[in-house]
């Protein structure tokens, strides 16, 4: 390797480097903590930096386990580059103890391999093929007991369970190996990231049968597999746990703890353990808050999420990316449209001191979905590319889906179409929301296609895809074909819910089929399926759209009594009901009711109202015709209302 230059620290602090003497734009880099020396290296057109960061180059250092290099080239005439990968040396050959290396030296077999290279050697294999005698047993470095920690670092790291597994029990096998703390809580770690909460408990138990004792990031690294698997309540016994063994909680366990009770919804909990935290004078950072917002995002409590993060600009700490996602994603929850939009314009124009990310854009997009602004929706994608973002599947997904409320299934295809162009492949949402797009735009036959389509591909439909192929169906007045989807649902193993017997209910009326409102009614019932207002207002609209008045009532009745709270959507579906059948005075007592329960008016009550005053000849003031005339020509609420008269006595 030919050194061309020499790296020094200037005066100032700034350590320039100079590439004048490299012509070729092309170049590969390579960088190793323990050197202070940059060489540089052209072999195939290729630059090869080595660049090494420690002040001294003492022996010792050079026999440091821990020495890493970072490898990456950019190819910048192609515009290309390879992410940085970090090369672990450990111990060679020349490190470990005289008489491990006579028998080295003395058998052909035996490699000087670095860490990094076993592992990958380790990878290229099957987790049941012979890992020990293709590998492990053939690894020089297997002697230098301190390179245990790093192999387990490694492996771990890339999240390969099974040949962890079979490095971990290979490594207590060997002669030189020592239970140690931080091997046990890496493993420990990556149990927690595959769900595997029982053998996370048992490394537990184990390492101190070993006489390892447990750490703090011990009991942090067994609260957060909890967390991770939504256990709080084991979370909260192992805090427990951890203050009977006399080891004091770090943040970290105090976070881990918050995000374990908040990320199961948990969020009365998660405020009780960060109250718990600054009690004992661990104060909350960055993180802390973060966690927070998300229980209360977790919780759907947005509101709150709001006031906490005004009280959080109180303090020193400033909020990042994360923090604002959250915020935003609250403020379209809440539909306060103008506030996120005016938030995520600040992050792109540096106000917030902090940018937008892929998750913030996809947020965006998905509150002008909301809205219907379709074309706001195009410009967001569209910036997202500009900035230099890849979308993700959510973010793809979300333009579909704006789409498809609009019923434009030709542009929804298209964007449909540009995602496996890419190379990603759909998931249940993005073939969901093209479904959905076929309903709305009144091709239930081609929404069918896509769920066929899905099936093929290896993709279970989910409640959602059925609940919008019976919709696509039931829109149509094909209620046959419908309930046909009902029976392939459940066929399939997926039981309906209220969304379903909306759906149904209403298709019922648009096909004028009592008998089929009765059965579905019926089916809720049987499946211990609970009706909310929107399937009353359904089964109640059915009923009077048949002329089978006394059964809406009956109905609206039963409603009332099981405490299910009535919507303007209900009132005036049985005000305008009760005039089409002359019956004027029961209308204008649905509108009492309405006064009563303090239910805000809509612009069609207002109209239901006009219809049955100007029949009914007398019973009622003529304020009430009056104001409701002025609530309609004005189109505001119900404050014109709130001084009416009830029926004239």
Known sequence: MATIGIYKPSPNGLNPISFSSLSNPKFQFQTNKKQKRINYKISNNITTIYAIHNSKLSKENKKDSEEEKKLGFVDYDKGKHQKISIQVTGLRKDDIQKRYRLRVDGDPSQKDWTISEVVEKILKL????DIDGKVLNRWAGRFARKNYPLLIQEITKLGAIEHSVEVFRWMKNQKTYCARNDIYNMMIRLYGRHNRIDQARGLFFEMQEWRCKPDVETYNALINAHGRAGQWRWAMNIMDDMLRSS??????????????????????????????????????????????????????????ALSYFDLMEGTN??????????????????????????????????????????????????????????????????????????????????????????????????????????GVKPDVVSYTSLLNAYGRSGQPEKAREILEMMKRNSLKPNLVSYNALIDAYGSEGLLTEAVEVLREMEGDGIQPNVVTICTLLAACGRCGQMVRVDTVLSAAKSRGIELNTTA?????????SMGEHEKALTLYK??????????????????????????????????????????????????????????????????????????????ENDDHFNNLSGPAK
């Open 317 to 422: 700490i400033r909020p990042d990316t994360t923090t604002f996602n959250i915020v935003i994603h609250c403020l379209v929850k809440l539909e306060e449209y103008e506030r996120a939009v005016d938030i995520f314009n600040g992050m792109r124009e540096k106000r917030a001191e902090c940018h937008p990310d892929t998750v913030t854009y996809t947020t965006i997009l998905c509150a002008y979905s909301a809205c219907g602004q379709i074309e706001n929706c195009k410009a967001v994608f569209a910036m997202m590319l500009a900035e230099g973002f890849n979308p993700s599947i959510v973010s793809y997904n979300a333009l579909i889906g704006s789409y498809a409320s609009l019923g434009m299934d030709k542009e929804a295809l298209s964007v449909f179409n540009g995602l496996k162009r890419i």
């Open 126 to 129: 099957k987790h049941w093929d």
């Open 247 to 304: 080891i004091a909680p770090s943040r970290s366990t105090y976070n881990n703890l918050i995000n374990a009770c908040g990320s199961s919804g948990q969020w009365q909990e998660a405020l009780k353990v960060c109250k718990k935290m600054t009690d004992n004078g661990v104060g909350p950072d960055l993180v802390t808050h973060n966690i927070v917002l998300t229980a209360y995002k977790s919780g759907g409590q947005y509101s709150k």
């Open 536 to 544: 009353y207002n359904s089964a109640i609209g059915s009923y009077l």
């Open 558 to 635: 039963a409603m009332r009594i099981k405490k299910v709270k009535p919507d303007s959507i209900t009132y005036n579906i049985l005000m305008s009901g009760f005039c089409k059948i002359g019956k004027y005075s029961e209308s204008l007592e649905f509108l009492q009711e309405m006064k009563d329960l303090k239910i805000p008016f809509s612009k069609e009550v207002y109209s239901s109202a006009i219809c049955a005053y100007s029949k009914q000849a007398s019973g009622y003031s003529v304020d009430l015709f009056y104001c409701c005339y002025l609530a309609l020509a004005s189109n």
